[in-house]
C-alpha cells in the first residue's frame, strides 16, 4: 500500500505533516488516515495531525494549527526570539479574551489571556527551529510581557530576558518603550535597564 499522491503532494508542501481538515479539503476519507495509521505510512503526531514515520515532529508548528488564535508568547517567545537559548518546558501561548483554549492542547500549554485591543501589538511571524513559520510576539512585546507576568515566573528569567533584549543585535528602545506605555511596565522596565547599566 502506498499513500495517496494528492495527500503525499499536501504532505511535502506542508513540512512533512498533513491534519484531518487538510484531508477532508482533498475530498479523501478520513478513514483513510486511519489506514495509514494502520500500516504504519503515517503516525499521528497529535490530535488531527499526523507526520511521515521518519519525520520530526515540529511540535509548535502543529500546536499553531490548533486554532488561528494561537500565539507563541512569554517563555517560547523569549526562545523564538533568540532571547534564551533554554526550551521552555511547556508552550506559552496568548488568546485574545473570550477566546477558548482547544480542549485538546490544554494540558500542554500555559495560556495567557489579554483584552483584544492589545493581542495584535508586536505580533510577528518566526520560524521554529525546524524551519516551520508560527505566530508569535516580537522581542519588544516579549519583554514587556515577561515584565507584566513576573510574579509568574522566576526572576532570573525576567532578568536575563532584559538583559538579552539590551545586548541583541536589534535594539529597538523607542518601540520597547511605545509597547512599555501601553502594557503599563514603563516604571518596571526602567528599574530594570538601570539595574543592567
Known amino acids: 500500500m502506498i499513500i495517496n499522491q494528492k495527500i503525499m503532494s499536501e504532505i511535502l508542501d506542508n513540512h512533512n505533516q498533513i491534519t484531518t481538515?487538510?484531508?477532508?479539503?482533498?475530498?479523501?476519507?478520513?478513514?483513510t488516515l486511519s489506514m495509514y495509521v494502520k500500516e504504519n505510512l503515517l503516525v499521528r503526531a497529535r490530535r488531527g495531525t499526523y507526520i511521515l514515520p521518519d519525520s520530526i515532529h515540529d511540535d509548535m508548528y502543529t500546536l499553531s494549527l490548533r486554532s488561528e488564535n494561537i500565539v507563541f508568547s512569554h517563555e517560547?517567545?523569549?526562545f523564538l526570539n533568540g532571547l534564551s537559548d533554554r526550551t521552555p518546558f511547556c508552550h506559552y501561548i496568548t488568546?485574545?479574551?473570550g477566546a477558548t483554549v482547544?480542549?485538546?492542547?490544554r494540558n500542554e500549554c500555559q495560556t495567557f489571556f489579554i483584552k483584544p485591543s492589545l493581542f495584535t501589538v508586536g505580533l510577528t511571524e518566526i520560524k521554529t527551529p525546524l524551519g516551520s513559520m508560527v505566530k508569535c510576539y516580537n522581542a519588544e512585546r516579549t519583554v514587556c510581557?515577561?515584565?507584566r507576568s513576573k510574579r509568574?515566573?522566576?526572576?532570573?528569567?525576567?532578568?536575563?530576558a532584559v538583559k538579552n533584549y539590551v545586548k541583541g543585535d536589534s535594539v529597538n528602545f523607542k518601540r520597547l518603550y511605545e509597547y512599555s506605555m501601553l502594557f503599563k511596565v514603563e516604571r518596571l522596565l526602567?528599574?530594570?535597564l538601570e539595574v543592567l547599566q
Open 145 to 147: 510581557d515577561m515584565l
Open 95 to 97: 488568546l485574545p479574551s
Open 102 to 105: 482547544p480542549h485538546s492542547i
Open 76 to 78: 517560547s517567545a523569549l
Open 190 to 192: 526602567r528599574n530594570y
Open 152 to 160: 509568574r515566573f522566576e526572576i532570573e528569567t525576567v532578568v536575563r
Open 21 to 31: 481538515r487538510q484531508v477532508s479539503e482533498l475530498g479523501i476519507s478520513r478513514q
